[in-house]
Structures are given as structure tokens and as C-alpha cells.
């Protein structure tokens, strides 16, 4: 089915049409190719970021007759779209984006990237994506889901606020319930519990490949750049899921080959943790800049990042109700996403990633307009000074025009911690 809109949210003026994101798109690839000795496997991840705007997943899909499943956030459950013979994609973006979606002017970043990444002239992945799953983490998210039901088949994924509730635990199965439902009467499919079972082992994989690229930032000259790590992860919104863990393979044992010579860098690196609101490719400007400076990405604490993988689900017993239960519980329990509350596990998180990766300091990423990431720094702050370690709270959103002012916050910040050191 081939949808047009020639109005309404996913409609573009012409600032928006092919060549400006297409020449945004290209200008950011070729900075990546232009950096400091990229290891050779990172060229899969650079050619596939280079073809966001037309996702060869996409081409693949329509080939095969498979239905595309778009999402946002990963709280959503890949493992459950691909076991309905789907094909999962992320429509997440760090696409540069302004007020002409019918949507306020200080919307949610991610909520107007999403829009011109989905529905801009001469590169809509409308009539390619058959349905969205919008979980309601945030009320920019519940109103996305609104915004965009008019036009896609629209799941808005409820998510419990506090998860340890006892009541949380019967509200995620329920809602995993609804989604099955769902993907059902979308697909034409039944659910097949030997599918979900395939598809979980097949995205356990994931889980182990992202843990050992994660792993190989616990060296003091880091084989790989912390930028290229999070590249990885972000390709992997619209990569099929065994082509990109066997990317992921090939770079880790280009990682291993490197180890101990030929270091990304000869001396003591200043190492960071990087962590707050998602950084979405192509809006690369706050690990350019770091990196620029001369700062490692030693860890980072994003769901944009390792993240997404990094917690794999656990199986106690293969049954239908057992996997659901793992489900939920890896994309609840496990999440570190701040609309929980309360949020200790994500605050334990980021101090264990900030001493295990022995960082000199953290920069927390902060979107404007967005209250849950803004209510969160100020409890980060407080903790992280308390242990001592260096903090710095900056905000962006997914333009170009504060790149100088974001590198006058930061480049102080480094040399302060390479003085310190």
C-alpha cells in the first residue's frame, strides 16, 4: 500500500526535502571515515549509518514479503516482532528538525527527528512500515502515538511507572498480551512458541557480542573508539539483527588482532562516561567534539547505546509463559530508563559503569525540553560529587547551531581532568 500525506505532521516544507538530509547524512559519514584509524570491520557500520534515510532492511523486507514493524525506545521487544516473521526497525533519529510537523515548537527532539526521519519529502519511510509500536514512557511519547495513528496501524506499548509495584508485574504481561494480539491480526500469523524461543537465541547473540565490544573499553588504550562502539549500536536500529552480530564478530576479532600494539592512543587517556538523554546518529556533534579534545568514551550509559543489548533474556523454562515473563522482565526490570520510578537501579548503574571503566569524569547529556532527563541530572550531579567524580551537565537538541558552545563546555571540562591526572 503506497501512503501519501500531503498535510498534517508528515508533511515537509521544502527546507526538508531530499538533498538537506541527504547531504546532512553524507557530510557526517564522511567525518566518521575521516577520523583517527578506524579499524577496517568499522566499514560495514560506516557504509550502512551512510544509508539511513534508505535502510536496505527495508528493500530486503519487501523482497520477502515480511511485514516492517516500526518502534521507538528500547523497552519495545525485538524479540517478539521477529518471532512473528516481521521485521523490526527503529525509527528513532538524530535527524536536524524544526517545528513544521503541526507539533509545538518545544516538542521532544526525538519526537520531530522521528517525524522528519519517517514522513520527509523524497524519503518518507511511510509506505514501507506497516505499523508503529510507540511505548507511553513520557507524555511526548503518548502524544507521538496520537499524532501518528491517523496514518500506520499504532500499539502504544504501556509501561508501568514504578516496576516493582506488585501490580507492574501482571500490567507488563498484559500488555505483552495486547502487543502478541496485535502482531496477530497485523501479520496474519499465529503465535508460535518455537518461534519465540529461535528468536530470543537468536538475539541472546546480540547480548553476548555487544558485552564483549562493551568489554574492550576496560583497557587503558582502548583497541577501538568509543564513538565507533556507540556507531554500532546505532546502526543497529535498521540492520538486520544476524548480519549486524556478525559484523559485530568480525570487528572483535580485529579488536583482539590490535591488542596490545597499535593503540588508538600512546598515552593515558582521558576517560569519560558518557551518559543522560539518547544520542542518535547522524547528530554526532557530542562525541566528535569529545573525542576532538582528545577524551576517550571509555563507557556510556545511553539508550541509544550498549544498552540495548547489553542485557540478554533469561530463560528458566521454554514455555510460552515463562519466555513472556523473561520478556517483560528484561525490558522492565532490567531497563535503566529514567520514566522509572523510583530509579535507583539506573543511578547503580552508572556508578558501576563509572568504576568499572575507572573514568576521570562524566558528561551528561541532557535534551532540551525534556523534564525526565532534566529531573534526573541534578540527582546525578549531587551523587557523582559526592564519590568525587568530576561532573558536567550540557544541553542540545539535534541541530548544528550550538556545536561551538557545546565544544566551549566541554574541551575546559577535559583539561581539567588532564591536568587533574
Known amino acids: 500500500m503506497h501512503r501519501t500525506f500531503s498535510e498534517g505532521p508528515f508533511s515537509q516544507p521544502p527546507s526538508f526535502a531530499r538533498p538537506s538530509l541527504a547531504d546532512f547524512v553524507e557530510a557526517a559519514v564522511e567525518?566518521?571515515?575521516?577520523?583517527?584509524?578506524?579499524?577496517?570491520?568499522?566499514?560495514?557500520?560506516?557504509?550502512?549509518?551512510?544509508?539511513?534515510?534508505?535502510?536496505?532492511?527495508?528493500?530486503?523486507?519487501?523482497?520477502?514479503?515480511?511485514?516492517?514493524?516500526?518502534f521507538y525506545c528500547a523497552i519495545?521487544?525485538?524479540?517478539?516482532?521477529?518471532?512473528?516473521?516481521?521485521?523490526?526497525?527503529?525509527?528513532?533519529?538524530?535527524?536536524?528538525?524544526?517545528?513544521?510537523?503541526?507539533?509545538p515548537r518545544d516538542c521532544c527532539?526525538?519526537?520531530t527527528s522521528s517525524c522528519a526521519f519517517l514522513g520527509s519529502e523524497g524519503t518518507s519511510l511511510l509506505p514501507d512500515v506497516d505499523a508503529v509500536i510507540v511505548p507511553a514512557v513520557c507524555d511526548w511519547k503518548s502524544q507521538f502515538a496520537?499524532?501518528?495513528?491517523?496514518?500506520?496501524?499504532?500499539?502504544?506499548?504501556?509501561?508501568?511507572p514504578n516496576k516493582r509495584e506488585a501490580s507492574a508485574h501482571h500490567?507488563?504481561?498484559?500488555?505483552?498480551?495486547?502487543?502478541?494480539?496485535?502482531?496477530?491480526?497485523?501479520?496474519?500469523?499465529?503465535?508460535?512458541?518455537?518461534?519465540?524461543?529461535?528468536?530470543?537465541?537468536?538475539?541472546?547473540?546480540?547480548?553476548?557480542?555487544?558485552?564483549?565490544?562493551?568489554?574492550?573499553?576496560?583497557?587503558?588504550?582502548?583497541?577501538?573508539?568509543?564513538?565507533?562502539?556507540?556507531?554500532?549500536?546505532?546502526?543497529?536500529?535498521?540492520?538486520?539483527?544476524?548480519?549486524?552480530?556478525?559484523?559485530?564478530?568480525?570487528?572483535?576479532?580485529?579488536?583482539?588482532e590490535r591488542r596490545p600494539a597499535n593503540h588508538i592512543a600512546s598515552k593515558p587517556a582521558t576517560r569519560l562516561l558518557l551518559t543522560g538523554a539518547p544520542i542518535i546518529w547522524p547528530n554526532w556533534k557530542v562525541p566528535e567534539i569529545i573525542e576532538e579534545e582528545g577524551g576517550v568514551?571509555?563507557?556510556?550509559?545511553?539508550?541509544?547505546?550498549?544498552?540495548?543489548?547489553?542485557d540478554p533474556v533469561k530463560?528458566?523454562?521454554?514455555?510460552?509463559?515463562?519466555?513472556?515473563?523473561?520478556?517483560?522482565?528484561?525490558?522492565s526490570l532490567a531497563c535503566t530508563c529514567p520514566c522509572f520510578v523510583p530509579n535507583d537501579d539506573r543511578l547503580f548503574r552508572n556508578i558501576s559503569l563509572a568504576r568499572r571503566y575507572r573514568v576521570d569524569?562524566?558528561?551528561?547529556?541532557?535534551?532540551?525540553?525534556?523534564?525526565?532527563?532534566?529531573?534526573?541530572?541534578?540527582?546525578f550531579r549531587r551523587k557523582f560529587r559526592e564519590l568525587a567524580i568530576p561532573f558536567l551537565e550540557i544541553e542540545t537538541d539535534y541541530s548544528l547551531e550550538d556545536h561551538e558552545q557545546l565544544a566551549v563546555r566541554i574541551e575546559p571540562f577535559i583539561e581539567m581532568l588532564r591536568g587533574a591526572k
Not at 530486503?60 to 515480511?66: I, L, P, T, V
Not at 535534551?367 to 532527563?373: A, D, E, G, P, Q
Request: aromatic content about 8%; overall charge positive; some cysteine.
Open 31 to 70: 567525518r566518521l571515515r575521516s577520523g583517527k584509524e578506524p579499524l577496517p570491520a568499522m566499514g560495514y557500520f560506516h557504509d550502512l549509518a551512510g544509508k539511513i534515510l534508505r535502510p536496505p532492511l527495508l528493500e530486503k523486507a519487501k523482497k520477502e514479503g515480511r511485514k516492517v514493524i516500526g
Open 76 to 103: 519495545v521487544p525485538q524479540e517478539l516482532i521477529a518471532a512473528f516473521d516481521a521485521v523490526p526497525i527503529r525509527l528513532c533519529s538524530g535527524l536536524p528538525a524544526s517545528g513544521h510537523h503541526g507539533l
Open 109 to 111: 527532539p526525538v519526537v
Open 146 to 160: 496520537e499524532v501518528i495513528s491517523p496514518h500506520l496501524p499504532t500499539f502504544k506499548l504501556q509501561v508501568p
Open 171 to 256: 500490567e507488563r504481561l498484559r500488555s505483552l498480551s495486547l502487543l502478541t494480539r496485535f502482531l496477530e491480526e497485523l501479520t496474519g500469523r499465529q503465535f508460535s512458541r518455537q518461534k519465540l524461543l529461535r528468536s530470543i537465541k537468536t538475539y541472546q547473540k546480540a547480548n553476548y557480542a555487544t558485552r564483549r565490544l562493551a568489554d574492550s573499553m576496560l583497557e587503558e588504550h582502548s583497541p577501538i573508539r568509543g564513538s565507533d562502539l556507540l556507531l554500532a549500536m546505532n546502526v543497529s536500529f535498521f540492520d538486520d539483527i544476524l548480519s549486524w552480530t556478525n559484523a559485530v564478530m568480525r570487528l572483535l576479532a580485529e579488536v583482539a
Open 297 to 310: 568514551i571509555a563507557a556510556e550509559e545511553l539508550c541509544s547505546g550498549a544498552r540495548i543489548f547489553y
Open 315 to 331: 530463560i528458566d523454562e521454554p514455555t510460552t509463559d515463562d519466555m513472556l515473563r523473561a520478556l517483560a522482565e528484561r525490558y
Open 361 to 379: 569524569g562524566v558528561i551528561y547529556h541532557n535534551l532540551r525540553t525534556c523534564y525526565l532527563y532534566h529531573a534526573e541530572a541534578r540527582i
